[in-house]
């Protein structure tokens, strides 16, 4: 049987795992070019994923069993490990198809590093 405490820290871990996820989707949609659209799942879902594995582990290893829940701290390395890798690798892929940014999010650092490395590849 899980204590009132308990309970309480588990609703609020998943309340925040739900807001972060909601927000990282609503980012996906709304975000205007393919770079900021990146951005949004790869944190802010990443976040929620996480709280809401936070809320399992800490529900089952309170529950009747009392053991410690290992699948949901690998499921949670694993995702903190990858998301940002995949991003970076998608991102990079994004560049080298000079995939275009909207005018509001140009970065002009980034189209300089562009332009060099297409003069280099020429």
Not at 45 to 72: H, K, W
Not at 75 to 83: K, N
């Amino acid at each position: 049987m899980t204590s009132f405490a308990t309970e309480i820290i588990v609703g609020i871990s998943l309340l925040i795992g739900a807001g972060f996820m909601l927000i990282g989707s609503i980012g996906l949609i709304k975000l205007p070019d393919f770079y900021t659209r990146l951005h949004a799942p790869t944190k802010a879902t990443t976040l929620g994923i996480g709280a809401l594995l936070l809320a399992s582990m800490i529900y089952f290893s309170f529950g009747d069993d009392n053991g410690v829940r290992i699948q949901e701290l690998i499921i949670s390395l694993f995702l903190f490990i990858t998301a940002p890798i995949s991003a970076m690798m998608i991102s990079k892929a994004a560049i080298h198809r000079d995939i275009k940014t909207q005018e509001r999010t140009y970065h002009q650092a980034l189209q300089e590093d562009i332009r060099a490395r297409k003069g280099q590849e020429d």
